[in-house]
């Protein structure tokens, strides 16, 4: 079996292969006070839940934005599971060809969904992460990856929004039927749902009229669903993006 994770400033999601099948994913906050030994019971929790043994992993792999945490989860896999931890990065083998001018600064991240993006999608493809922050990756015809805006997440826009503002508060993020909202809460639900709507179909015009070709269009992470659903465009949501490119990267790199 193998155990996937993929650390993200806000969640940490774990997944569970047997052979090429997902079986579970288990999400968690991400806490950088967090001990190594803490993580470990975590882990050992998920495992137990599913009446699966640690001793029947074979591997580990790890996406991460954040290192710290990178590490703790690196000692509590090996010492909870017994095996050693594959970490996306420099000297892993990725296939991806990514055209950025400094490719080490491409998230692990957004590298682990591009290559899942190109083997399960037609390209020219648009992979859009929606978590702590909007990115939206553009992949060209030839499967390269060039890059993409980055834009503030829905949370951690809502969230400055009502740190910042005495007089405005925290809402939910239903969509409401009016752009023109005419209360407090509508219009800070209109701004960030429709804003964050009009933002991604927009974006998604821009890069196609710079490509000059209709791409396919791929969105993942925790936003997704609240969002996506409301779009002009044709949009493909897949939860499972990054854990099934993990699983990708993950079978290249063995011997």
Same mark, same amino acid.
């Given at each position: 079996?193998?155990?996937?994770?993929?650390?993200?400033?806000?969640?940490?999601?774990?997944?569970?292969?047997d052979g090429d099948e997902?079986?579970?994913?288990? =999400?968690?906050?991400?806490?950088?006070?967090? =001990?190594?030994?803490?993580?470990?019971?975590?882990?050992?929790?998920?495992?137990?839940?599913?009446?699966?043994?640690?001793?029947?992993?074979?591997?580990?792999?790890?996406?991460?934005?954040?290192? %710290?945490? =990178?590490?703790?989860?690196?000692?509590?896999?090996?010492?909870?599971?017994?095996?050693?931890?594959?970490?996306?990065?420099?000297?892993?083998?990725?296939?991806?060809?990514?055209?950025?001018?400094?490719?080490?600064?491409?998230?692990?991240?957004?590298?682990?969904?591009?290559?899942?993006?190109?083997?399960?999608?037609?390209?020219?493809?648009?992979?859009?992460?929606?978590?702590?922050?909007?990115?939206?990756?553009?992949?060209?015809?030839?499967?390269?990856?060039?890059?993409?805006?980055?834009?503030?997440?829905?949370m951690v826009s809502l969230?400055?929004?009502?740190?910042?503002?005495?007089?405005?508060?925290?809402?939910?993020?239903?969509?409401?039927?009016?752009?023109?909202?005419?209360?407090?809460?509508?219009?800070?639900?209109?701004?960030?749902?429709?804003?964050? %709507?009009?933002?991604?179909d927009g974006m998604i015009?821009?890069?196609?009229?710079?490509?000059?070709?209709?791409?396919?269009? %791929?969105?993942?992470?925790?936003?997704?669903? =609240?969002?996506?659903?409301?779009?002009?465009?044709?949009?493909?949501?897949?939860?499972?993006?990054?854990?099934?490119?993990?699983?990708?990267?993950?079978?290249?790199?063995?011997?």
């Amino acid at each position: 079996m193998l155990l996937a994770v993929d650390i993200g400033n806000t969640n940490i999601k774990f997944g569970i292969f047997d052979g090429d099948e997902l079986k579970r994913t288990l =999400t968690i906050s991400c806490d950088k006070n967090k =001990t190594a030994d803490e993580y470990a019971v975590e882990i050992y929790s998920l495992i137990r839940v599913m009446g699966i043994h640690r001793t029947d992993f074979d591997g580990c792999i790890i996406s991460s934005v954040v290192p %710290v945490v =990178t590490a703790r989860i690196r000692v509590a896999v090996a010492d909870m599971l017994g095996v050693d931890s594959l970490i996306v990065g420099p000297g892993v083998k990725t296939g991806l060809n990514i055209r950025i001018e400094d490719p080490s600064q491409l998230g692990a991240d957004l590298v682990v969904a591009c290559v899942a993006a190109n083997a399960k999608y037609t390209a020219p493809c648009i992979v859009i992460s929606m978590g702590t922050a909007t990115v939206l990756c553009v992949i060209d015809k030839n499967k390269a990856m060039l890059g993409g805006p980055i834009a503030p997440g829905v949370m951690v826009s809502l969230n400055a929004l009502t740190g910042n503002a005495a007089l405005l508060y925290s809402v939910s993020l239903d969509a409401p039927k009016s752009v023109i909202g005419n209360n407090t809460d509508r219009s800070i639900r209109s701004g960030l749902v429709w804003g964050t %709507v009009c933002m991604i179909d927009g974006m998604i015009d821009k890069i196609e009229q710079e490509l000059g070709e209709k791409c396919t269009v %791929v969105a993942t992470g925790g936003m997704a669903k =609240t969002i996506i659903k409301h779009c002009a465009h044709e949009i493909t949501i897949q939860d499972d993006l990054i854990m099934q490119g993990l699983k990708l990267i993950f079978d290249r790199n063995q011997k």
